[in-house]
């Protein structure tokens, strides 16, 4: 007899990874509970057979005892037990979750998408009364009580290991942008169970942590030698060091790989860095151990945008990993692009390892690195003079002002491009073809006039028509040709921007430390020297901050000139092809 | 003490006109009641004083006794009665006529439009089973009971009178063409009140009388000399006999004139026709005496189309000035292309008219014209053969067949562009504008930044933005330059069609009767000679039916070769220039 189990959350399956789509409330049959790595495999009621996560089901019970979504508790272990009567299943569920089919604002990661994407006023700014803690940012936020409390498929233990389970790899959101922009944040409604969100916010950023920026503003020791960070004065102030050559790499090739005896699936990617010319190989865990280990080590003075996870689109499996494998290489290339990411060991490992013993040995040495979180600044030496402590807080406010405001103008350009994108793939096209057929039907019954001499314009209306369905697909397929790179452009400085609440957060608290030096002298919580110290090292955290900035306006500056000369310029095209199409078609009429 | 009245059926104001907008059921107050002419001054609630027609309010009384829409009585004089509490008013209100506000589908012309303008099902080809009797083809039927049981403010005796009062003249819908498309049909459902519709079918068209064809048929006198109208024998079958210079007149100038000590105006137009290079005057009531006068002699071989009227738009009075003047030049181009309609004395009348004698005498002349209705086939002579009657009906079934498909046609592309003028004129240009102000948004935030060498980049992001906000004034009024034509000329022969059905009644029926021809001379209700001649003038009729045929044909190629060409034209231009807004700005951004 097959044993029945209780969904208790929704749960999106990989495209050709051979799990199951199911949703919370549903109750599926289990098929083979010793899949093993955290799987189960389970029939729906449609018969459809595949692979769920078995911490987001319940096995049916006579007396069922939910774990209502916010527990932590372990997973139940699938037992035998008969599956009881749906109807007296649903007189327990309204009391410890939602009842069936019944999509709650909390559990429904639409109705939070959909908030995000039309309002564009969820924000994680903690200045803004309206806004959430969302997305990425929240993800970030060791404060983010919403990525805890909620079973995850895959955690533990085994997460530093090469077998860490696969849907750390392959997860993805389906949809268009208005989808994807905010799906950040329905993944964390949606349980948090998928994403490096939930890693975070558990285990990593020792810098966020409840003791400060203190550690470092008062630490003995600093960093000698070689992890030296140097910070010279440019011409538009403060600068990193540049490489004399900008690393570069190309991610290609993905292919495709199983195990589990072919169970799962995952995906492999090909980076080849500009330095060595070698490719290496790399699954997107690697990558989201790559972003784990910048973040834990920059985080406090560079934004490390996260990975693209949760934004990838594409409802077939061949576009998201198309999708997904453009989204890593826009990652990769801007981290290659920072002076200080680019050429820290850890990155370097990533790109050039030579074999499987030098990855992991590297990968333990990262693992073991203790110059993380806020101690980065003490590797930090800045070749100008000490900053005044208010000219620090100028900077920073100026700082977070920028970042919030262009927060706001490149969330209105996604908002704005997500309706734009929706109505030149939707009633757009729909439209022109309207016209296309109007006109070809009216040439049709011209042509049955039986009247002389009628060809000439019906042909031509015919033509005139054709044209207009040619247009009506122009139409469509634009979008994809300049607008999407618009977005994506606008979506990864979302995703930047989204880091900076928090390296401003790491300063501000800084300054508000320093600002209590006088205090903290008075009551000895503190010597005189130290004070003088922490204000030394508040403007070594400042001259970072600028470099950090003056880097990324000069990145933004590169970044909006190239992506809107392409808009542009596919503008240009598109607009000139439809011109030129109609002029043909007018060509076709006589004048009489 | 103020005299106060209900009103019984909606009225809309002339603009200019010192007429006043009233809605049924609304309570006024009569100001002055001696106006005359079928007019009484009243003010309404918010303080407003304009003419309204008699006949649409009714002097409020201690127990009023309603006359709902529908009765045709004379208008209650205006009394002096004390008007009654509003609410025991309303408590009447129901049992006989709509209560106040409550918009009933029946006395909501937008109720009916929409559905007309939308479903474009509508129509008067008596074989679809969805059609309804609506618009200028029920004004032409006489059969139509709609036109009737609907008080009229100004028709009767006064008709044929240069005292015809003006709102026969100015009568506007307002509004863009959603609602002028169907407006004709809503005119009905509104009651009627305004347009010719009302006259034709009431005092008109003896042509379409219940004695039918056959009062040609089996006449004795046939016309003689100087008014035969010849057909011949051309290359694409039997045609009119055209004129070497084909006859034009340009309407211009409208000029408004007053009567009634300047209470109430009209608007007088200059016609110059190409023959003589003499302007004449004529108001609106004059053309659609005109129009009247070539309904009732031709109506039966020549599609007549109805005067714009309901169609006219704009809410403005200049706007509405200039849209009547620019459809009834169009109206007269198309008679004056017409061989035997420009070559009839009562259209030369109304072109070439000396002095007021001239016309009035013209005008008595024409009104005994008694060669009209089926009567004008008694004046065609074809140079050909006699057709055989089987032949006759080919033909006709196939002018038919193609009238019927080509109204639908014209019908889809109505439909088709009503929705794309709504969307250029509405949410597409907003969507532009949206865009640019976002570009421009991103520009002004980057200025702030504080970053040196930021200005090539926010100039040019500005300079862009503003471009797409250009190009959304641009996407909002390119409709009036092309998309206006087009529906125009498709207007024009949605109308023109619209009298196909009537003119192929009049053949239908006299085939029908020439089928019949056996068996009435076994029932000797003709004789065997009448049976022949009536076979001979069916074929008259053909032929005439297919010179008619054969001038549509003409005019519709060269109509639909022309207003494509500069829709064509106009759109090219339109992306063309889109094309090179953009080119500019594009230019402006530099490659890094």
Redesign the interface.
Known sequence: MANKAQVLYDFTAEPGNNELTVKEGETITITNQHIGGGWIEAQNSRGEVGLVPEDYIELSKAFPSFSGPGTTTAAPSVGNAAPPDLSFFDAFAPTSAPPQNQASNGNDPWSVWNTDATGGSSNNWASKPEGTQTGKSAAADPWSSAAQGHPQAYQGPGAEDDEWDDEWDDVKSSGGYAESESGESGAMQRGGAHGSSMKISLNKFPGFSKSGPELYLLCKQLVKGKDKLPIYMG??GPVWSYPETQLDCVVADPKKGSKMYGLKSYIEYQITPSTTNRPVNHRYKHFDWLYERLLDKFGSAIPIPSLPDKQVTGRFEEEFIKMRMERLQGWMTRMCRHPVVSNSDVFQLFLTYKDEKDWKTGKRKAEKDETVGVMIFSTIEPEAPDLDPIEVEQKCE?FS??TR??D???K??LT??Q??WK?CTG??PK?YQ??G???Q??SS??N???????ST?TD??TA?GKTYEEIAQMVAEQPKKDLHFLMETNNEYKGLLGCFPDTIGVHKAAIEKVKEGDKLVATSKISPQEKVTMAKRVSIMSYALQAE??HF??N???D???V??LY??E??KF??T??AK??Q??SQ????
């Open positions: 011409e538009v100026q002002r920028f405001a262009m706001d103008g490149v209105e350009i704005v491009g309706e734009h109505r009633p757009l439209e309207r016209i057929k109007a006109f039907n009216l019954v011209f049955s006039s039986g009247y002389q001499g009628e314009l031509a209306m005139a900035m003056n306006h000069s933004r500056i590169y909006y000139n190239r809107m000369q542009l310029e503008q240009v607009y000139e439809i011109a109609l002029r078609a007018h009429f006589t004048t009489m």
